[in-house]
């Protein structure tokens, strides 16, 4: 493990197949449909890499990337969109991909921005989820793990733009982050 680990929260292998199975619960509900997966940048990546190729319905990528507006406005859950879908989602079926939901503040003020936008359907995928951290609520279709309020780190989630090309997610150390 990194050295600035506290311990594994989840391996490589049980990451492995819990996307695996998250794929295929995906395939089977999106039968007969087109999905267009929506990722997170940055954190979903890694995730959405791995979650499209255990999807067997046919799949399109597409990505935002958004942005807090500091720390006070983070209350109003307020986010700022640095770089957009590409495409229009009308009548299409949207999938986002996210690495974790925290507060909610991110996805409650996305989802609705998507919403908007008259998709054929919307539903939320998250790899991790935090429900004991909830501000404000979302609606997660699909979740891979409930974790515990702990600061995560790897496959895709980092710390100051730091290791999230590990391979497996492991809880950081208090005195890395000042916590
Ligand atoms: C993380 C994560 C979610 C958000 C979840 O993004 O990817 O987008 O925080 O938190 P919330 O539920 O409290 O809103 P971050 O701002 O760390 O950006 P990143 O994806 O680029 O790491």
Redesign the pocket.
């Known amino acids: 493990m990194h050295p600035d680990g506290e311990r594994i929260l989840l391996s490589q292998e049980v990451i492995r197949e819990r996307v695996t199975a998250l794929g295929e619960q995906i395939s089977r509900d999106y039968a007969g449909r087109e999905v267009l997966a929506v990722g997170?940048?940055?954190?979903?990546m890694i995730f959405l890499a791995d979650l499209v190729r255990s999807i067997t319905v046919p799949v399109q990528i597409d990505f935002v990337?958004?942005?807090?507006y500091g720390s006070s406005a983070r209350s109003s859950?307020a986010v700022r969109i640095l770089k957009d879908l590409d495409e229009s989602i009308a009548g299409r079926h949207v999938l986002v991909v996210?690495?974790?939901?925290?507060?909610?503040?991110?996805?409650n003020y996305l989802a609705a921005n998507l919403a908007a936008r008259a998709p054929a359907s919307l539903k939320i995928c998250t790899l991790l989820n935090k429900p004991t951290?909830r501000?404000v609520p979302?609606s997660v279709a699909y979740s891979g793990f409930d974790i515990p309020d702990e600061f995560v780190v790897g496959y895709?989630?980092?710390y100051a733009g730091r290791h999230?090309n590990l391979p497996y997610i492991m809880i950081l150390r208090r005195e890395v982050y000042g916590g």
């Open positions: 997170i940048l940055k954190g979903a990337a958004i942005t807090s859950g996210e690495d974790i939901v925290d507060s909610g503040l991110t996805l951290r501000v979302v895709g989630l980092d999230r």
